[in-house]
């Protein structure tokens, strides 16, 4: 079908769209009709004491945090913490660990997380990082997979709603950033009707160092003051690419709803990042004064924190062939590109197809200059020189994108709630199975890499209503895991998630369950508030400051009892785990204290500040059931006026 045509049914369909969008919360459709039947439960059945296939990760959305599941079995293995403060483990809470929330605004407890990324080889899940975006105060963070760990947290300049991230390039060169708030930048004072004049787009390239995986922000790429909302990198043929969709190119500073829904296309912005190092190498990028934190895990187990303060901003005036835009209808939000590296799928959210462009035919359209005029000095590639086929009447709201490595592609559709498999040989579609509710993103093991493991999609819906046992006004996020082996797509299992996982990423369990770290050695434990074995702890006072360097092994801390604290002092506890036994963490916990438990590793040192505010003597203990006399695991602290016990005494091995 022509792109003229199918244009004008576009905007027929348009206008019943809107109205079906403004109507979402209807979507509570009864009873679904999906039973699982026994056949699924086998599927699903993990029996007890066996392993999970899969490993995925998903994201906590605004829990800032990243959830770890099982694959088939869709149990909940590990919350682990990365942009929210979590008393559960302390972290944020801990001194080893708050250096780790720190920003350019102080330190901030708290972000929403979206799209976990793993690190990948040549296109394929390697097994060592896992990335995800902080979306409020823009921020990246890595995580390392054998410790299930957040190491690294980069705050990102110049940005605004970092959405569009972190989705890397196919040997990890690069994870990216995108403001989908345009912002004046750097920032200032003016009216926010001077949008088209002050508002800047800015797209940022993260370089992932190849052995220790440390991030830093190579450079960035003003743009014009649009959404920037998704992006995906190129793989294979496209590698050297990135890919990032846009909406609200109306440049609407106002009820966007209505305001940025103008346009019959947006555009998909293909940026040439190869071309971008080699302006950048050449000096073309402005070294532009910025403040932002960049925060990491030492060796030792202990974070840090440095602010930076200049970035490389390269503008696109200064790098021709750097930028293209590939119209696109019409408010596009996912952008995936298939295994081959070829097809780069947008989905519109208020479009009624899916547009599949052509990696080869939008070369073949800049090499023959069939552009369709240009904005902010970026050239337009004219729809039907770049456009590879539109896939027809897919469902209503299309958003994001996934393959199963055998040929098709899956994607979700918000408003008529399902996933459409559609072929990428013709484009048509080949089946068709409802979710429950409004589905956002989905995902399939390894399914947007070059070789996805395939096996399963899971459906992640924004809405649950009666899948669940009604707990009051706020229901967990459900996600839906559904059998792709066969021609027809087959729901196997619902499963509560945690916050809002908006996007997830999951891999063969074997690629990483057997290099979990289980301890750390405790001879190798490199905290300079660390012990190593019960006879090196001691109290020490400095002024105001009382450290207890203590110890924890079953069933005792070492010392358990501590007198001649002031009022006024403020109190550190020190706490050594001297374990080394695989899950014997131990856990600290003191009265009053106005920050958190800690839980304590085996071989590790966590750190929990106390500032006492009364004169007594106030109890100590493990808060994690640890052994047989875990009960008995307890101490007390005394704190005297001023002028009281002055004397520090403490217990000391016998
Ligand atoms: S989003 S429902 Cu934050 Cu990736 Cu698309
Ligand atoms: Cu240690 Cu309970």
Known sequence: ????????????????????????????????????????????????????????????????????????????????????????????????????????????????????????????????????????????????????????????????????????????????????????????????????????????????????????????????????????????????????????????????????????????????????????????????????????????????????????????????????????????????VDPTGEYIVAGGKLATVIPVHSFTKMLAAIQNKKFDGERDGIPILKYEEVIAGEVQNPGLGPLHTEFDGQGYAYTSMFVSSEIVKWSLKDFKVADRIPVYYSIGHLMIPGGDSRKPFGKYVIALNKITKDRYLPTGPELAQSAQLIDITGAKMQVLLDFPTIGEPHYAQALPASLIKDKQVRTYAIAENKDPHGVKSEKETRVKREGKAVHIYMTAIRSHFMPDNVEGVQLGDTVYFHVTNLEQDWDVPHGFAVTGARNSELLVMPGQTRTVTWVPDRVGVFPFYCTDFCSALHQEMQGYIRVSAPGGKTQLTYNSPQ
């Open 1 to 336: 079908m022509s792109a003229a045509v199918s244009q004008s049914r576009q905007a027929i369909a348009v206008a019943a769209l809107l109205a079906a969008l403004a109507g979402i919360a209807g979507c509570g459709k009864g009873s679904s009709p999906a039973v699982a039947s026994s056949d699924a439960a086998n599927k699903t059945y993990v029996a007890p004491g066996k392993y999970d296939d899969f490993y995925a990760f998903l994201s906590g959305g605004f829990s800032g945090q990243v959830s770890v599941y099982g694959l088939p079995s869709g149990r909940l293995l590990r919350v682990i913490p990365v942009f929210s403060q979590d008393p559960e483990k302390g972290w944020g809470y801990s001194e080893q660990t708050k250096p780790m929330l720190n920003t350019s605004y102080g330190f901030i407890p708290w972000d929403d997380a979206h799209h976990p990324q793993l690190s990948q080889t040549d296109g394929v899940p390697d097994g060592r990082w896992l990335f995800i975006n902080g979306n409020n105060t823009p921020r990246v963070a890595r995580l390392d997979l054998a410790e299930m760990d957040t190491k690294e947290i980069i705050e990102i300049p110049n940005g605004a709603g970092n959405h569009a991230s972190p989705f890397v390039t196919q040997n990890t060169e690069y994870a990216v950033s995108a403001t989908r708030f345009s912002v004046p930048t750097p920032q200032k004072d003016v009216p926010i009707s001077s949008y088209k004049e002050n508002f800047v787009g800015q797209l940022t390239f993260i370089s992932i160092d190849k052995t220790t995986g440390r991030m830093s922000v190579a450079f960035q790429i003003s743009m014009p003051g649009y959404d920037y909302d998704l992006s995906h990198a190129g793989k294979g043929p496209s590698h050297g690419w990135s890919f990032f969709t846009s909406y609200n190119s109306e440049q609407a500073n106002t009820l966007l709803e209505r305001n940025a829904s103008q346009n019959d296309k947006d555009f998909v912005a293909a940026v040439h990042w190869q071309e971008a190092e080699k302006c950048v190498a050449a000096g073309k990028a402005k070294v532009q004064p910025a403040k932002y934190a960049h925060n990491w895990t030492d060796e030792a187990g202990i974070a840090h924190s440095e602010m930076l303060t200049s970035t490389k901003v390269l503008a696109v005036k200064d790098c021709p062939g750097l930028v293209y835009f590939l119209p696109t209808p019409k408010s596009p939000h996912g952008v995936d």
